[in-house]
Nanobody, 112 residues
């Protein structure tokens, strides 16, 4: 059974940083692309970043230059380093494996 567990969310002031983690189990993690998405109330879930099984990365324009996605295949974990956070980054952040499996989400709130 595939499980994805996100952590690292919380309250941060504008301009601050957070690092999200998503730990996977029940799957050959290194064989799949994995990404981060986010959702705010009343809006559709939107793409944030993706890292391929080969290590290539893609970012949404809204986070390019501020967020960095990385993976540790030995730990079966993907990370999202978020810097220069803005209030509009406030959302529940979800990791997604291979377009099929979702975690439960972790809330990030950017507010003074």
């Amino acid at each position: 059974q595939v499980q994805l567990v996100e952590s690292g969310g919380g309250l941060v002031q504008p301009g601050g940083s957070l690092r999200l983690s998503c730990a996977a189990s029940g799957i050959i993690f290194s064989a799949f692309d994995i990404g981060w998405y986010r959702q705010t109330p009343g809006k559709q879930r939107e793409f944030v970043a993706l890292i391929s099984r080969g290590g290539s990365t893609i970012y949404a324009d809204s986070v390019k230059g501020r967020f960095t996605i990385s993976r540790d295949n030995a730990k079966m974990t993907v990370y999202l380093q978020m810097n220069s956070l803005k209030p509009e980054d406030t959302a529940v952040y979800y990791c997604n494996l291979d377009g099929r499996f979702w975690g439960q989400g972790t809330l990030v709130t950017v507010s003074s």
